[in-house]
Protein backbone atom coordinates (compact mmCIF):
# COMPACT_ATOMS: atom_id res chain seq x y z
CA UNK A 1 0.00 0.00 0.00
CA UNK A 2 3.01 2.05 0.45
CA UNK A 3 5.64 2.43 -2.17
CA UNK A 4 8.66 4.73 -2.83
CA UNK A 5 9.66 4.64 -6.60
CA UNK A 6 13.25 5.90 -7.71
CA UNK A 7 14.42 7.46 -10.59
CA UNK A 8 17.36 10.20 -12.20
CA UNK A 9 19.76 6.97 -12.10
CA UNK A 10 21.97 5.95 -15.36
CA UNK A 11 25.67 6.47 -16.64
CA UNK A 12 27.69 9.27 -16.50
CA UNK A 13 31.12 10.33 -16.52
CA UNK A 14 33.58 11.41 -13.99
CA UNK A 15 32.93 14.54 -12.96
CA UNK A 16 29.25 14.35 -14.25
CA UNK A 17 26.01 15.15 -12.01
CA UNK A 18 23.51 13.17 -11.63
CA UNK A 19 19.59 13.87 -9.61
CA UNK A 20 17.78 11.45 -8.17
CA UNK A 21 14.20 11.60 -6.95
CA UNK A 22 11.80 9.22 -4.87
CA UNK A 23 8.52 9.51 -4.46
CA UNK A 24 6.28 8.02 -1.91
CA UNK A 25 3.15 7.03 -2.50
CA UNK A 26 -0.41 5.28 -0.97
CA UNK A 27 -1.65 5.38 2.31
CA UNK A 28 0.83 7.40 4.42
CA UNK A 29 -0.56 9.67 7.70
CA UNK A 30 3.04 11.75 8.04
CA UNK A 31 6.85 10.76 6.34
CA UNK A 32 9.64 10.98 9.32
CA UNK A 33 13.22 11.11 8.41
CA UNK A 34 14.35 10.03 4.52
CA UNK A 35 17.46 9.48 3.10
CA UNK A 36 19.31 8.11 0.79
CA UNK A 37 21.50 4.33 0.99
CA UNK A 38 23.95 2.90 -1.90
CA UNK A 39 25.28 -0.89 -2.07
CA UNK A 40 28.09 -1.37 -4.42
CA UNK A 41 28.97 -5.24 -5.43
CA UNK A 42 30.32 -7.35 -2.23
CA UNK A 43 29.75 -4.19 -0.42
CA UNK A 44 27.70 -3.44 3.22
CA UNK A 45 24.73 -0.84 2.46
CA UNK A 46 25.81 2.45 3.23
CA UNK A 47 24.06 5.17 4.33
CA UNK A 48 24.51 8.01 1.26
CA UNK A 49 22.59 11.19 3.21
CA UNK A 50 19.33 11.57 5.33
CA UNK A 51 16.72 14.30 5.95
CA UNK A 52 14.74 15.09 8.99
CA UNK A 53 11.44 16.80 8.24
CA UNK A 54 12.53 19.95 9.21
CA UNK A 55 15.40 20.17 7.19
CA UNK A 56 17.91 18.66 9.20
CA UNK A 57 20.93 16.84 7.37
CA UNK A 58 23.46 14.08 7.44
CA UNK A 59 25.80 12.66 5.19
CA UNK A 60 28.38 10.15 4.66
CA UNK A 61 31.57 11.38 4.61
CA UNK A 62 32.69 10.66 1.49
CA UNK A 63 30.11 12.42 -0.30
CA UNK A 64 30.23 15.50 2.17
CA UNK A 65 30.71 18.77 -0.36
CA UNK A 66 29.58 16.62 -3.74
CA UNK A 67 25.89 15.34 -2.57
CA UNK A 68 22.89 17.48 -1.29
CA UNK A 69 19.84 15.74 -0.30
CA UNK A 70 16.68 17.55 -0.05
CA UNK A 71 12.53 17.08 0.12
CA UNK A 72 9.40 18.33 -0.77
CA UNK A 73 7.09 17.69 2.78
CA UNK A 74 4.02 18.69 0.55
CA UNK A 75 4.57 15.95 -2.32
CA UNK A 76 6.67 13.40 -0.18
CA UNK A 77 9.68 13.32 -2.20
CA UNK A 78 13.38 13.19 -1.20
CA UNK A 79 16.00 14.34 -4.00
CA UNK A 80 20.01 13.64 -3.96
CA UNK A 81 21.54 15.92 -5.92
CA UNK A 82 25.21 14.46 -6.69
CA UNK A 83 27.73 16.51 -7.97
CA UNK A 84 31.55 15.57 -8.88
CA UNK A 85 30.80 11.87 -9.48
CA UNK A 86 33.80 9.34 -9.14
CA UNK A 87 33.60 5.48 -10.50
CA UNK A 88 33.48 4.97 -6.55
CA UNK A 89 30.42 6.21 -6.11
CA UNK A 90 29.04 3.62 -8.52
CA UNK A 91 26.47 1.33 -6.69
CA UNK A 92 22.87 0.93 -6.56
CA UNK A 93 21.22 3.42 -4.71
CA UNK A 94 17.94 3.12 -2.75
CA UNK A 95 15.49 5.61 -1.17
CA UNK A 96 14.55 5.40 2.66
CA UNK A 97 11.53 6.67 4.08
CA UNK A 98 10.58 5.97 8.16
CA UNK A 99 6.98 7.19 7.69
CA UNK A 100 3.36 6.61 9.99
CA UNK A 101 0.39 5.09 8.01
CA UNK A 102 -2.32 5.90 10.68
CA UNK A 103 -1.90 8.71 13.69
CA UNK A 104 -2.14 5.42 15.96
CA UNK A 105 0.39 3.11 14.08
CA UNK A 106 3.94 3.10 14.92
CA UNK A 107 6.88 4.33 12.62
CA UNK A 108 7.62 1.53 9.88
CA UNK A 109 10.82 1.77 7.59
CA UNK A 110 10.25 1.86 3.85
CA UNK A 111 12.98 1.02 1.33
CA UNK A 112 12.35 1.65 -3.05
CA UNK A 113 13.81 -0.80 -4.73
CA UNK A 114 16.74 1.17 -5.87
CA UNK A 115 18.35 2.68 -8.89
CA UNK A 116 21.70 1.74 -10.68
CA UNK A 117 24.32 4.58 -11.08
CA UNK A 118 26.88 4.23 -12.85
CA UNK A 119 30.10 6.49 -13.27
CA UNK A 120 32.66 5.56 -15.96
CA UNK A 121 34.67 7.32 -18.67
Known amino acids: QVQLVESGGGLVQPGGSLRLSCAASGSIFSIDDMGWYRQAPGKQRELVAA???????NYADSVKGRFTISRDNANNTVYLQMNSLRPEDTAVYYC???????????????WGQGTQVTVSS
Open 51 to 57: ITTGGAT
Open 96 to 110: NANLYRTVLAGLIIY
